[in-house]
């Protein structure tokens, strides 16, 4: 489910970047912040999944955060636009809300019943 979310946030995230390349600062954030969404399967490749159960995505979540974290990417930007701007950019904003919408939303979904039983019927 974290892969189906990352990339639905991904497309979400550069369709808008698209929408906005005229706006430099806009798209350069907004590509950033997509890019960073669709780093954490690659941390999920590492964990051992399947031990961890329903709270496997919270776990890649957590440790993705604290180390090469996918939250840090988004904050360094943010410390950086704060020190070269003086302002932190309204993107990484938007980038970061869906980075966090979708890890929430992996929990619920992902473990729901009409998903188990996707899976059930995918795995017979």
């Known amino acids: 489910m974290l892969d189906v979310l990352g990339v639905i946030g991904f497309g979400i995230l550069t369709a808008w970047a698209i929408a906005l390349r005229k706006q430099a600062a806009w798209h350069k954030r907004l590509m950033l912040c997509g890019t960073i969404l669709v780093m954490s399967p690659a941390l999920g490749r590492i964990l051992p999944m399947p031990l961890l159960g329903q709270f496997a995505p919270l776990a890649v979540f957590a440790v993705f955060a604290v180390f090469a974290s996918m939250a840090v990417f988004v904050i360094a930007g943010m410390i950086f636009d704060l020190r070269l ?10 980038g970061g809300g869906v980075l966090v919408v979708t890890n929430v ?12 039983r996707l899976v059930e019927r995918l795995a017979a």
């Open 85 to 94: 701007r003086g302002k932190i950019h309204p993107a990484y904003y938007w």
């Open 105 to 116: 939303l992996v929990g619920p979904l992902g473990f729901s019943p009409p998903v188990l």
